[in-house]
């Protein structure tokens, strides 16, 4: 696939669709690649030109040194849009690429067509739960320094990750579509993850969510634990005439709804 290089990193970015066609940029969460959105791309394609990336410090874009902030990672969608010729565009982000998205409603709401927040908060967490993933996942990446094992094993985030991502009934009948997810966090740089972290932890988007005027939907998962419906329901409160649908599902809702994920988002997608 295809990179674009920014002043200080490179961004991995994959296009689907007609060139013709309306831009849908895609924005994957914390710990995965732009593989997350696999499902969704031949029903997304054939009405929008799809650009992915993999966020900074994930899959095959740089990791550079961290941390990293929401306003940061929101420039260099604007910088990858920009160097491809790109004004406008419609954004489905989903956990930390809803907060991408968010920023962007914010500061960028002028390029926007419509914006789809998916199993995210303005607020996501505390600076408590997030300091000590971050301290974790370095101090694994220590370990195994000293132990000459993989310098990316992110194995125990992996497993970790699954309870959050997917409810057990949904992880238990489908071993192979969670397997090719989590897989995606095993992967990524302990850097590039605790980067991601930080940028997690220090955005807060509670008292600015007004600016954003772009057609905006809310997606939840009715089975969230890490962004609840709650966490949705506020969002959808402070934008502008905002929607909100919530699936049945924990935190991956474009995995776990799957076909009634892509259809919901389409059709709000296509106005």
């Not at 990791?63 to 419609?90: C, H, K, M, N, W």
Request: charge should be negative; glycine fraction near 10%; charged fraction near 20%.
């Amino acid at each position: 696939m295809p990179s674009v290089k920014l002043a200080d990193a490179s961004l991995n970015y994959r296009f689907d669709g007609a060139n013709n066609t309306p831009v849908l940029v895609l924005s994957n969460s914390l710990g995965t690649s732009l593989g997350m959105w696999d499902e969704q791309i031949p029903a997304f394609s054939e009405h929008f030109r799809v650009l992915r990336y993999d966020t900074r410090g994930h899959g095959e874009s740089s990791v550079t040194t961290g941390p990293y902030s929401i306003e940061q990672l929101g420039g260099d969608v604007l910088a990858l849009l920009d160097t491809l010729g790109i004004e406008r565009f419609s954004f489905c982000g989903l956990s930390m690429g809803g907060l991408i998205g968010q920023w962007l409603g914010i500061h960028a709401g002028g390029r926007l067509q419509r914006l789809v927040l998916c199993n995210t908060g303005a607020k996501i967490g505390t600076d408590e739960v997030w300091n000590a993933r971050i301290d974790s996942v370095l101090a694994g990446r220590e370990q195994a320094m000293r132990d000459m094992r993989d310098m990316r094993d992110m194995r125990d985030m992996r497993d970790a990750s699954i309870a959050r991502w997917f409810t057990a009934g949904f992880a238990e009948a489908n071993p192979a579509v969670v397997a090719h997810i989590t897989e995606m966090i095993a992967s990524t740089s302990p850097d590039g993850y605790a980067a991601n972290c930080a940028a997690v932890r220090d955005a807060d988007y509670r008292a600015q969510l007004g600016a954003i005027k772009a057609p905006t939907l809310v997606v939840c998962g009715s089975k969230d634990p890490v962004t609840t419906v709650e966490h949705g329901q506020f969002i959808q409160s402070n934008i502008p005439a905002a929607e909100l649908v919530a699936f049945e599902g924990a935190h991956l809702s474009n995995v776990e709804a799957g076909g009634a994920f892509t259809q919901r988002v389409l059709a709000f997608l296509r106005g």
